[in-house]
C-alpha cells in the first residue's frame, strides 16, 4: 500500500504470528502496525462485523459522538494512508477548526477565522468501518469475527497465544489485548499465574445522551460543529457548571449528530422536550435556536459507564512478555476529553516502530513490551492527567486504586484557565494552543520561562477573562 515502508516487508526472519484481540479502533490500527513485521496478523472479535458502516452489538458507544483529535487522523493515515481520502468520499466533513467549528467555553465564545488545523468529522461507526475495511487489506492480516477470546495460553514469564470460549487455541510470536473498556486481562494474567496491574479509578459520574438528527435542506446555522463545553466555576449558569453538548455534520443526507453531557450525576435525559430543557438551562440561546430547527427521527441513546480506568502495564514488573494491551484495554479515558482514539492511534504508531527497531536489533519479541510501555507511558499519562485534572474537581467524584477509596486531590484550575486565556489573545498563539490540545504538539511551549512570567504578570487580568464573559 502507497506511504508503507517497503523495507519492512522483510523474509525469512519475519516472526509467523501476531493475535489482536479486539477488532474495532485500535485492534484494526495495531494490526495495520504489526502487518508488515509477521507472516499473518490475525484479528479475532467475539461480533459480528456489519458489511457497511453501522452501529454493532460489540461497540455500544457508536451511538455517540466521537470527535477525532488531529493527531490521531494523522496517526490513521500513517497507519493506513489513504484513511482521510476514503472517509471523505464516503461522506466525512473535513471542517476547518475555528472558522466551521463555533466553540463556547468557560473564556466565551471562541474566536472564529481561518486556519490550516482541520478536523474530519464523521460518525464513530463510519470511521471505525474505515480503519478495518484497510486494515483487512494488508498482506497478511485477516479479521476473524464471532470469536470470542476466552484467556491467554503459556505461563506467567510469556504469552504464547490465545484460547477462545468454543475452546479452540491460537498459538501466536505476540499478543495485543485491543478489547476495550471492558477487557478481561486482569482475570487473563490471573489464570497464567501473573500478578494483575495496579487499577486506578476516577468516576465524576458522566452521562451521555446522543441522537443522529435530520437538518433542514441548505440549514446554514453560521456554523458546521457547535461545541459548547462551559463547565466548571463561573459558568453561564448553575447548570452550566455541569453540562455541556456539542452537534456537528456527519455522512448522511442532512445528517448531524448530537450529544448532551452531564456531570456529577446531572445525567441528561432521554426524552426529545427533557433534553431540549436540559439544553437551554446552559444559558445560550444559540443552541436552543438550533436545536429548535432540526428534526429528531431517532431514538436518544443514554451512557453512563463513563468511568477513567487506568491499569498500570507500564509499570508493572510482573507482566508476562511477549503481551501489551493497547487502547481502551489499556487506559480508557472519560470520553468528554475526546482522547481515546487518538491515544490509540498513537500508541498503535509507537508499537509499530518500536517493533522495527526491536527486531532491527536482531532478537527475538521479548522486551518488545518494554520498549512499547516506555516510548508510549509519557503519552498516556497525559491524556491521563488531562482527562482526570477536571473530574477531581467535580463533586461527588470517586477515586479508588485496587478497589481501596482514595482522598480526592483536586488540583487547582487557575493556571490553565489563565493559559487558556492568553491563548486567545492572538490567533497565532491560539492556533498553537488548539494544536496542543489535539496532541499535535507538545505542552512544552506553553512551560517556557517567558510564558510562565507573561502569565504571572498578567494574572489578574487574564483570571478576569474567565470569569467576566
Ligand atoms: C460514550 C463514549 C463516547 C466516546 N467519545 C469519544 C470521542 O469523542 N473521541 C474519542 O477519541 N474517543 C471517544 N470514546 C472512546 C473510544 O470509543 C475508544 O477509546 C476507542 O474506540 C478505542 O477503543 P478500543 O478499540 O480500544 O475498544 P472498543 O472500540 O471498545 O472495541 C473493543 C472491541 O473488542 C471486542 N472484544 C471485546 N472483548 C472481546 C473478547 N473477549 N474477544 C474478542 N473480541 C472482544 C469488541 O467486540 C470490540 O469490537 C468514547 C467512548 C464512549 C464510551
Known amino acids: 500500500m502507497a506511504g508503507r515502508d517497503p523495507e519492512r516487508a522483510r523474509g525469512p526472519e519475519r516472526p509467523a504470528r501476531a493475535v489482536v484481540i479486539g477488532g474495532s479502533v485500535a485492534g ?64 466525512a466533513a473535513d471542517l476547518d477548526s475555528t472558522a466551521d467549528v463555533m466553540r463556547l467555553d468557560r473564556l466565551g465564545w471562541s474566536p472564529r477565522f481561518a486556519t490550516s488545523l482541520r478536523f474530519l468529522m464523521a460518525s464513530r461507526p463510519l470511521i471505525e468501518w474505515v480503519l478495518r475495511d484497510r486494515a483487512s487489506h494488508l498482506p497478511g492480516v485477516t479479521f476473524r469475527s464471532r470469536s470470542d477470546v476466552a484467556g491467554l495460553l503459556g505461563d506467567a514469564t510469556r504469552v504464547t497465544g490465545v484460547r477462545l470460549a468454543s475452546g479452540e487455541e491460537i498459538v501466536a510470536d505476540f499478543v495485543v489485548d485491543a ?35 435530520r437538518v433542514p435542506d441548505g440549514w446554514d446555522p453560521g456554523f458546521r460543529a457547535l461545541a459548547c463545553v462551559p463547565f466548571g466555576e463561573g459558568a453561564l449558569t448553575p447548570e452550566s457548571e455541569r453540562r455541556a453538548m456539542a ?85 480508557a479515558f472519560n470520553p468528554v476529553y475526546g482522547q481515546g482514539m487518538t491515544s490509540a492511534a498513537l500508541q498503535a504508531q509507537a508499537l ?24 508510549t507511558r509519557e503519552l498516556v499519562d497525559f491524556c491521563w492527567s488531562s ?54 504538539r507538545s505542552n512544552a511551549w506553553l512551560q517556557a520561562p517567558e510564558v510562565v512570567a507573561e502569565i504571572q504578570e498578567r494574572w489578574d487580568e487574564l483570571g478576569a477573562m474567565v470569569t467576566a464573559r
Open 387 to 440: 482527562s482526570t485534572a477536571l473530574d477531581h474537581r467535580l463533586p461527588g467524584v470517586e477515586v479508588t486504586r485496587d478497589g481501596e477509596p482514595q482522598e480526592v486531590v483536586a488540583g487547582s484550575a487557575d493556571h490553565g484557565d489563565r493559559v487558556a486565556a492568553w491563548a486567545s489573545l492572538d490567533p497565532e498563539r491560539y492556533v498553537r494552543y488548539r494544536e496542543t490540545t489535539q496532541l499535535l
Open 179 to 213: 478489547s476495550g473498556r471492558r477487557a478481561r486481562t486482569p482475570d487473563w494474567f490471573a489464570e497464567l499465574g501473573a500478578p494483575a496491574p495496579s487499577e486506578e479509578l476516577v468516576n465524576a459520574h458522566w452521562g451521555y445522551a446522543s441522537t443522529f438528527l
Open 247 to 331: 452537534m456537528w455534520v456527519v455522512e448522511g443526507e442532512n445528517r448531524w449528530v448530537l450529544t448532551v453531557q452531564g456531570s456529577a450525576g446531572d445525567y441528561p435525559p432521554r426524552d426529545v422536550d427533557d433534553l431540549k430543557a436540559f439544553v437551554a438551562s446552559i444559558g445560550a440561546p444559540e443552541l436552543s435556536g438550533a436545536l429548535d430547527a432540526v428534526e429528531f427521527p431517532e431514538k436518544i441513546a443514554l451512557w453512563r459507564d463513563t468511568t477513567n480506568r487506568l491499569r498500570d502495564f507500564a509499570g508493572h514488573d510482573g507482566r508476562p512478555e511477549r503481551f501489551v494491551a493497547l487502547g481502551d484495554a489499556w487506559a
Open 28 to 91: 484494526s490500527l495495531a494490526a495495520a502496525a504489526l502487518a508488515d513485521r509477521f507472516g499473518e496478523v490475525v484479528v479475532l472479535d467475539r461480533d459480528a462485523f456489519p458489511e457497511a458502516p453501522a452501529q454493532r452489538a460489540g461497540v455500544p458507544q457508536g451511538a455517540h459522538f466521537h470527535a477525532l483529535l488531529a493527531a490521531g487522523r494523522q496517526a490513521m493515515d500513517a497507519l493506513l494512508p489513504g484513511f482521510s481520502a476514503q472517509m471523505l468520499e464516503m461522506g
Open 352 to 375: 509499530g516502530d518500536q517493533l522495527a527497531t526491536h527486531l532491527a536489533g536482531g532478537g527475538d519479541l521479548d522486551g518488545l513490551a518494554d520498549r512499547f510501555y516506555a516510548a
